[in-house]
């Protein structure tokens, strides 16, 4: 289970702060992802990378942002711009396949993010 | 639009009863078809994916392009089977759905 981590566990945040969740994996994959899960949502798309130093949006990338500057770690930054930011986040990784298809993907133990 | 529709939150069912877990998608083309599972306490993780073709756990997928589903299912539920089940439809890295999942309850 150490291929993906996520730290921390839990985190709580004051409104109008910033705060980075970090995701490290040892998987050698080029591709990884950003997820929100909701409960009776399921897990929304945040961001991904396919490859270092590219990344693009998913489909509720507003008040996130991300960085990719090592093919190990994907940190995702929850912005005082998220307006309801309380949520569990979920890291991902996978191999990066030709074209526009897509391979298994390996979770991460998730972060617990509460806004106080 | 709703991409991927499992219309069960909840399901329970005995053990040594068939199981189905429904998933409908609505997509143009041919999408990745996957299944996720998450047991208690562990991380989400892959339970099959169409293309491979393999029975896990006892579980097989059928995909049915006229109705555009790809139901789970197991002829016979164990205990041990009880978790959340999300299916997950995928068109490229751009177009990863998932389902809102539907949570599993075999009783003893």
């Known amino acids: 289970d150490g291929g993906i981590t996520q730290s921390p566990k839990y985190l709580f945040r004051k409104e109008g702060q910033n705060v980075t969740l970090s995701c490290e994996q040892n998987?050698?994959?080029?591709?990884m992802y950003w997820y929100r899960q909701d409960p009776g949502q399921g897990l929304r798309l945040i961001y991904y990378?396919?490859?270092?130093?590219?990344?693009q949006k998913g489909d509720i990338a507003e008040g996130y942002s991300v960085s990719r500057e090592k093919k190990e770690s994907f940190p995702l930054t929850v912005t005082s711009a998220q307006k309801n930011p309380t949520a569990f986040y979920l890291c991902?990784?996978?191999?990066?396949?030709?074209?526009?298809?897509?391979?298994?993907?390996?979770f991460g133990p998730g972060t617990r993010l509460t806004v106080l | 639009a709703q991409r991927v529709t499992q219309p069960e939150k909840l399901l329970s069912v005995f053990k040594g009863a068939p199981v189905e877990l429904k998933c409908n998608y609505s997509?143009?083309?041919?999408?990745?078809l996957f299944w996720y599972v998450q047991y208690s306490r562990q991380r989400l993780q892959l339970l099959l994916r169409?293309?491979s073709r393999e029975s896990i756990k006892g579980f097989t997928a059928d995909l049915n392009k006229g109705e555009t589903s790809f139901h789970l299912k197991k002829p016979f539920a164990q205990e041990e089977d009880s978790a959340m089940y999300y299916c997950?439809?995928?068109?490229?890295?751009?177009?990863?759905?998932f389902g809102t999942g539907t949570r599993l309850t075999v009783i003893p």
């Open positions: 998987l050698n994959h080029d591709a």
């Open positions: 990378s396919q490859i270092v130093n590219d990344f």
């Open positions: 991902a990784s996978s191999t990066r396949l030709a074209g526009f298809r897509t391979d298994t993907q390996y």
């Open positions: 169409h293309i």
């Open positions: 997509y143009s083309g041919s999408p990745e």
């Open positions: 997950a439809p995928q068109t490229g890295a751009n177009n990863l759905f």
